[in-house]
């Protein structure tokens, strides 16, 4: 029989109050709290951050950046590629892998979710929960609180518009906005592709 934490990582219903998944989202919570009472006042300062963050989740790329606060479920789900940036006060709901590509930008209040619950209030009612991974391809700007979507995959390249609620894949090189996203412009592919 599965853990809950394998039915959680497998997108299968799954009880959110197993004493492991608790114990986890306990441990996230007080690495935060450090993480975000950090000082910012030097590079050693960003410099400590950094290496918390390297240790805290599933992978990294040598230079990125978090700006505090910067709130997760449990950390270990989210891997970000090289040159990652995220701006104040920003949300990844880990419950499934997040995969975050090199030379992502992120506004402020930026929100990625792959927490879900059923849509049958009968069986939401009775407490399990579902999460659906979310993937972000390289070069991918998300503009100031933008609202990502379980099980969204963004392509390479392209732009979410602040503001926007992504509850679609979007293609690559491309912009979208609007609530729901929708394609508001296609973008040139990179001249090196």
Not at 48 to 75: A, Q, V
Not at 97 to 113: E, L, T
């Amino acid at each position: 029989m599965s853990s809950e934490r394998e039915r959680m990582l497998d997108g299968l219903l799954y009880d959110a109050s197993d004493a492991e998944l608790v114990a986890m989202r306990r441990h996230a919570r007080n690495v935060l709290r450090e993480y975000n009472a950090t000082p910012a006042d030097t590079d050693e300062d960003d410099a400590r951050r950094r290496e918390m963050l390297k240790k805290f989740f599933g992978s990294t790329g040598n230079s990125f950046k978090i700006e505090p606060p910067f709130f997760c479920d449990y950390g270990c789900n989210i891997y970000v590629g090289e040159a990652f940036y995220m701006n104040f006060d920003c949300v990844i709901l880990d419950c499934a892998r997040v995969d975050i590509g090199r030379d992502v930008m992120c506004g402020p209040k930026v929100q990625i979710y792959t927490a879900r619950h059923p849509v049958i209030a009968a069986e939401r009612i009775k407490g399990p929960e579902l999460a659906s991974p979310i993937k972000i391809g390289d070069n991918v700007w998300l503009g100031g609180g933008c609202i990502i979507c379980p099980g969204v995959t963004i392509g390479d390249n392209s732009t979410v518009a602040a503001g926007a609620v992504v509850t679609k894949d979007v293609p690559a090189n491309v912009v979208v906005g609007g609530n729901p996203a929708t394609i508001i412009k296609e973008l040139p592919p990179p001249a090196d592709s």
